[in-house]
T-cell receptor
């Protein structure tokens, strides 16, 4: 089993819909969780961080964390074509020293007009 | 905003060459990281550093070494480049505490 696993894509949604991206992780004591967006040919850009169970909202983005189920998700409301990118889930597994992050494989999202 | 600068955007090197990839950050971060990104394999950690002259191996350190002589600069060295080191190389830094990384713009290295 991979340490950080994302739902396999690609994911295609129509403009204006909600895109739901999911991620599971292997270590129950992990404390820090991040979502990155990566456009084709560019480097990853941090869009959300979450540390406590529940929801965290930032504009059209909502991150959800359930530590008991070892599950973190990202919802994108009112999806726009500019949201088309690869989304990477990253976890500081086991609270490892120095904040080392383990990344999922990424989910490619396409928002079509 | 934190800026992480990688010296080269694209690089082409020959097999057997010694290759230096440079990364500089401007926010006095202790922690710096080198990853490579390959299709189907995702981001894999090569090395990281938590202080000047301190380094730790990541998941795939073979064929690489690093240098951190100054806090702001973290260099990745390919001792003898091979074609299987053709990849996108990403440098990142982060401050202490529970914060995410800031990535540099990446170096796409091709070894021929």
């Amino acid at each position: 089993q991979k340490e950080v696993e994302q739902n396999s894509g690609p994911l295609s949604v129509p403009e204006g819909a909600i895109a739901s991206l999911n991620c599971t992780y292997s270590d129950r004591v992990s404390q820090s969780f991040f979502w990155y967006r990566q456009y084709s040919g560019k480097s990853p850009e941090l869009i959300m961080s979450i540390y406590s169970n529940g929801d965290k909202e930032d504009g059209r983005f909502t991150a959800q964390l359930n530590k008991a189920s070892q599950y973190v998700s990202l919802l994108i409301r009112d999806s726009q074509p500019s949201d088309s990118a690869t989304y990477l889930c990253a976890v500081n597994l086991g609270g490892t020293s120095y904040g080392k992050l383990t990344f999922g494989q990424g989910t490619i999202l396409t928002v079509h007009p | 905003d934190v800026k992480v600068t990688q010296s080269s955007r694209y690089l082409v090197k020959r097999t057997g060459e010694k290759v230096f990839l440079e990364c500089v950050q401007d926010m006095d971060h202790e922690n710096m990281f080198w990853y490579r990104q390959d299709p189907g394999l995702g981001l894999r950690l090569i090395y990281f550093s938590y202080d000047v002259k301190m380094k730790e191996k990541g998941d795939i350190p073979e064929g690489y070494s690093v240098s951190r002589e100054k806090k702001e600069r973290f260099s990745l060295i390919l001792e003898s480049a091979s074609t299987n080191q053709t990849s996108m190389y990403l440098c990142a830094s982060r401050p202490p505490g529970n914060y995410g990384y800031t990535f540099g713009s990446g170096t796409r290295l091709t070894v021929v």
